[in-house]
């Protein structure tokens, strides 16, 4: 192993990691590699320093590019930000399958697992909040609540200018479902980047309200990142593969990385039917059957504390006996106010 895959690993906290340099191995022959950690570097000075073509070099980013090794910035090409973009831009890509068939997915899976699953779980420990926060589905919430921009999906897709859509890492990973993978929704300059790269599939506001609808239907959670303004990705999670639940189901305190939405779950008794459609899709086990006085059928309950406002149970309803109702205060979504304008910016949802 050259140094320059240590060099480059050590920028992600991975230097001695066996799996991680094998991944990194597999992205990059040891040219490419020697130019990645000499990023961020102008491609005539790299071209000086390792005495090629500013032609060639640039051949050689471009298609490092292409593979989501590296990013274009404003200055430039420079590696990602955090592991968790590199893990993500270079698995999420179907065109990989072409180059590595199911090799580099099965090496993300083998470094997930054996090391960086532990890892996070370690991590989370010192924090006392939580990286993303669920967004409740739309039609799920009762009519007449109010809702903050930033947990509403329609105000957060009006308030944006590009959409592209590539499929689930963790999904196209970790192979633990059948739920539907094309559901990783790219906004901005995020929709931008993956256009160009050509991993991406450009969306327009109709197509995205859409594909929330439908993994809605097919019992995934939307979430977004939990930090102050707009975020650049929203995504739609399950919890037999996503890297923001197996992590902490395997080794965390935390059940996950999601804070609950203001919402939770609410059942007409009156109308439920007992068919536990509700029980069999909720993602968190929130919801089960009890005997309510004067009915002798069991009925749907849901345990008021595993709910976290997901809004699955209740547009899964064939009887629309269940909705969700405010339970937490605006308070609650701790960018709210610097980024949505505060209480004034509420707004009805019928």
Known sequence: MTDSYSIVAAKY??????????????LMNEEEVEVVASLPMSPEDLATKFGKP??????????????????????????????????????????????????????????????WYGDIAEASRVFSGYPSRILPARGSIA??????????????????????????????????????TDTCLQLNRAAEYVIKRGSGRELDKEQVLALFDAAARNGLIHTIPNI???????????TDCCIGI??????GEKKNSFDKSRFAASIAMETCSGCQDCVDICPFEAVEMARYPGSKKLKAKVDADKCYGCGICAVNC??????????RPPEHIPS???????????HEKT
């Open 13 to 26: 906290g991975y230097a001695n990691s066996e799996r991680f340099l094998s991944v990194l191995q597999l």
């Open 54 to 115: 500013v032609d060639h070099i640039n051949r050689l980013l471009n298609g490092l590019f292409s593979r989501g090794v590296i990013f274009e910035t404003r200055k430039g090409y420079q590696i990602a930000r955090s592991l968790i973009q590199l893990h993500d831009s270079t698995s999420s890509d179907p065109r990989s399958d072409a180059i590595y068939g199911r090799k580099l997915l099965d090496l993300w899976g083998d470094f997930d697992e054996g090391e």
């Open 143 to 180: 009519p007449g609540t109010k809702l903050l921009p930033a947990e509403d999906i329609d105000s957060l897709i009006d308030n944006s200018w590009k959409f592209a859509i590539v499929p689930c890492s963790c999904r196209r990973i970790h192979q633990k479902c059948e739920h539907l």
């Open 228 to 238: 102050p303004g707009f975020s650049a990705i929203m995504c739609n999670c399950c």
């Open 246 to 251: 197996v992590p902490f189901t395997k080794y």
């Open 318 to 327: 064939s009887t629309k006996s269940i909705q969700l109702i405010e339970v």
């Open 336 to 346: 709210y106010l610097e980024a949505d304008g505060g209480l004034s910016s509420l």
